[in-house]
């Protein structure tokens, strides 16, 4: 549509002037802004911008956008990102039994809908191995001993760094990451099998039945130490009734999980969510 | 379109033949079914059932139709309760000072929507009184002290005692009500602005806003004496974003609300909501 | 949970005391009744009702239950199908190039979720061949010439009647199926990718752009010699923005197309559809 | 929040530099831009922009800003409209028989979710004059009569004009307009009871109830001389099932209408719809 684009996702203290001090920073290189997107959170005095521009004609090459970005990023106080539209992050996913999550993501990474490379699949268990590999990707195995969980992370990191992972996809890992793992591993999303925050913890769909909900739904959120608290990127929703066993429930439910988780990670990826705090802005 | 009918709701231990035992009972008294769905929950071993029936042509007379009803629900040791379909539940709403789920009740009420009528409008403020009046129904003010809640919960009983009120509404009626008026009222529903068991208590659409959730809610349950824990019988869900700041999410769950309550009050007083231990059955 | 069961989908005249006499039926023969939903079109003067029993301690075997419920039927003028929960209806899938409709199918297939037998995949084109196979299932090649689209409807008709196909799904088949075709093939079920009746016809989703709709959807229905509008057994929507170019729809309304197929198939599966005229009832 | 802002809402040929060119016009007479968002229509090779501003601080008096940007807009090619946040755009309803669009419309201007001031409704009927006096607000019959169509729209031209109307709201007014009148009054918004394009024209729920659909819609559109083809402001849906007889379709219907319509007139009123052919992009 529009050849290759680059992705500023910047926040900082609002203050007079910014939208037009960023959009002059592109312009005066020749870029064509083709997305800007601005947001002032009054209660804490943010700004947050996502400006997207073609490179086609843009004076800077790429290397050289945030060193030049730098001064004014400083100047302004903002922290911020910088993407390139054709580049192929690097995704590491990790499962355990359940297939649903997984065989989604692979289907839309084969259709072209995952902007990025999955360059392995990890799980603790070896059920998916065959799914993977019939997909041409490579399956680790790394179990995930009670005893020795911390071996198991530590050949996790190992694999993230050795395959310069930039993302890792949780499709239905039912292990608990540790703080120290979270805290080294590259940018971690993760589906949660409810509407956060109901039904946090074990078992949701046995504590929505429980309740007598007439909704379930799904959570995709970043992963922080704090198990199923950390931000949300998107959720979504379905009715059900009385008439649903918890067999139905997981039914819908893993219908929801691998549409949300995918959202998600395509929001992720197309750099259209911007963490602050616990939220996150999606300029979607 | 279809006359008068009679409704039993009716639960009893799962057993054969039940189904079949109903519709016999009505049958052979010359009843046309119009509507009859059942339910088995097979955890609980439960048989739920909802049998409306034509009342032109029946060959019981209203008033005799319970005890010709009665030795076969002691059979079936069944709970049980029959409605008719031109009764005129008589209808409590408690209010404090918001107006909107108020407003749209007695809107539905003018418009034949809700089938029952609006006996009086009982406020712990006074503010809503010409709101209330000018609809052509009586407003009755009853403060709530800090000090005296059980001197007001004695009068408000007695009011509901005295207009004989089948239902009490309460339409964001800001007051915790005690164990011990629950339990003599007649049956409550409560709107809550959130999507339980999200957000209880509270503050809910700032708990929302803090958490960065994507979908505020709202539920409409029976009133128990546990707060906010009562059985849910409609629940309703919209999507809001980063640029939704706490007066937007107030908007919107107003709408929310006004649309929750009055589908509950409208499933209630046609019949279809079944209650068992805390959850619902919702024959819609 | 609670072993095989039959189904009873009938429809009849309405008239006083079906309700009973199809329970009855049931009962009599020592069938223990565990879903019963009745429907009255008082505007057609209809009655519809589906009646699942348990087959375990019914005195009827398989094969005569149909001859013993004869009779009754003959006496109320119902048309009437039966059916076996353990049943595994056999079902042949009709695609062209896209494979996220079929894709979704087979791991439902795979995962449980579809209660029948995909038999064989035909395409009018061969790229999907390779998916199928890997799969374990098989793919026939019918390619369908212009100048002669009766022959291959001719070798499509032949290989279900080889095969005892008792459903066709078109998983995004993009050949119009003559008349012909439809009296003497089996029940077909196709997705249609827009909310019909809007946009019907070729390119909805240009249709769509263009019109400038904030919502679109998908459709899937039984197929009738008319062109996009046999009954309809199930419809879902998502919102769009003008962000949204035609490749984002055409994305948006994959997952639509493929929950929507995916839940008609299973609910045509699972006896819960009822065609009358040109609608049908869903017992969900 | 953040006191008056100034709003320019822009559509040119898109071109290189544009957001920044926009966005320097405010900044460097001093505005705080609080939300710019941006849209570039690639197929139609259209830049569409809405920047909102705090006047607090900016330089030029509000009478001059046109003046000020006509030159800068001239040289892009641009149409634009500017608006202020404390304006209150001056609103006539359009009435017949039915008050749930009317009356949903009155509660909110009272809440003060209508930024803009209600000068009178008028209705080809009486009936509703009492609603709308109560409301302390102006009601003018209207008679329309079928030989004097063109003396009803002239009088009704007179009375916009006269009381400086900004914007025309059908709240359900069964009156087909002239193409003259549409032409010759300001912004009409109108809200038809079914999902558009489907079930164009008379009686949508019948249409929609003999075509079987699962789900109904409504959608809130500019009124152009063209019937039921404007602009599309929002639309939205709700599932319906065959229990759903005419006269519950006519009920769910209602409450999507008030609510659609209620959301495109704040969406208006809020300058966050831009027209560009026959489509609208809502800066939401």
Same mark, same amino acid.
């Given at each position: 549509?529009?050849?290759?684009?680059?992705?500023?996702?910047?926040?900082?203290?609002?203050?007079?002037?910014?939208?037009?001090?960023? #959009?002059?920073?592109?312009?005066?290189?020749?870029?064509?802004?083709?997305? #800007?997107?601005?947001?002032?959170?009054? &209660?804490?005095?943010?700004?947050?911008? *996502?400006?997207?521009?073609?490179?086609?004609?843009f004076q800077l090459p790429r290397e050289e956008i945030?060193?030049?970005?730098?001064?004014?990023?400083?100047?302004?106080?903002?922290?911020?990102?910088l993407h390139f539209s054709d580049a192929r992050p690097r995704i590491a996913i990790f499962v355990s039994k359940q297939?649903?999550?997984?065989?989604?993501?692979?289907? =839309?990474? *084969?259709?072209?809908?995952?902007?990025?490379?999955?360059?392995?699949? #990890?799980?603790?268990?070896?059920?998916?191995?065959?799914?993977? =590999?019939? #997909?041409?990707i490579e399956f680790r195995h790394i179990p995930v001993a009670k005893a020795d969980k911390s071996g198991a992370e530590a050949r996790q990191l190992e694999l993230l760094e050795q395959q310069r992972v930039d993302l890792v996809v949780l499709a239905k890992y039912m292990q608990i990451l540790s703080p120290?793992?979270?805290? *080294?591993?590259?940018?971690?999303?993760?589906?949660?099998? &409810?509407?956060?925050?109901?039904?946090?913890g074990a078992k949701p769909y046995h504590q929505a039945l429980e309740r007598g909900v007439k909704i379930i739904g799904a959570t995709a959120h970043y992963v922080t130490p704090e198990l199923d608290a950390g931000p949300i990127i998107e959720q979504d929703v379905t009715r059900v009734s009385h008439r649903d066993e918890i067999s139905d429930l997981i039914r819908h439910g893993k219908d929801l999980e691998r549409m949300v988780l995918a959202?998600?990670?395509?929001?992720?990826?197309?750099? *259209?969510?911007?963490?602050?705090?616990?939220?996150t802005v999606v300029f979607a």
């Open positions: 549509m529009h050849g290759p684009t680059a992705t500023l996702l910047v926040t900082c203290p609002d203050q007079r002037g910014v939208v037009a001090r960023f #959009a002059q920073f592109v312009t005066e290189c020749g870029g064509n802004i083709i997305h #800007a997107d601005n947001h002032t959170d009054f &209660s804490g005095g943010r700004f947050l911008t *996502r400006i997207e521009w073609q490179l086609e004609g945030g060193t030049a970005f730098g001064p004014l990023a400083d100047e302004l106080q903002a922290t911020w990102e297939d649903h999550c997984l065989l989604d993501l692979l289907w =839309r990474h *084969r259709a072209g809908e995952i902007p990025g490379e999955i360059v392995f699949v #990890a799980g603790n268990h070896e059920e998916l191995a065959p799914t993977v =590999r019939d #997909a041409g120290d793992f979270v805290a *080294r591993a590259p940018r971690i999303i993760n589906i949660h099998h &409810s509407f956060l925050p109901a039904f946090v959202r998600a990670v395509r929001l992720h990826l197309t750099n *259209r969510v911007l963490v602050y705090g616990n939220r």
